[in-house]
């Protein structure tokens, strides 16, 4: 069982469960079996990108976030609606700002 599967399945398992869709329920949705969903969900077996497209669709998220883990759309969008209410100056003073608060908070 290859890591990256197993990562990637938990991740499509935490979200369909985030919104209470029975395996079924999401295999219906992304027109795969329930067993298919299975085998991906406990890393088992991996899929092609019409399946990652079909299920990241399926459960609202980016298809980033089921392979990497990185945010999903919805939050990168809210950012860069705040992000735009500043000027360029203000944007480069906010970068500085949150560099030094992830270093105190790493700390």
Known sequence: ????????GNR???AREKLNLSRESLSESAEISSK????????Q???SSDI???ISKSLNISSDYILNGYPTNDDNIELSE????????QIKE???A???IYKISIK
């Open 12 to 14: 499509i398992r935490k």
């Open 45 to 47: 077996k991996g899929f």
């Open 36 to 43: 298919f969903l299975y085998e991906i969900e406990t890393g």
């Open 1 to 8: 069982m290859s890591v990256i599967y197993s990562e990637v």
């Open 82 to 89: 705040i992000l735009n209410m500043f000027s360029p100056e």
């Open 94 to 96: 906010i970068i500085v």
């Open 52 to 54: 990652l497209y079909r």
């Open 98 to 100: 949150l560099k030094s």
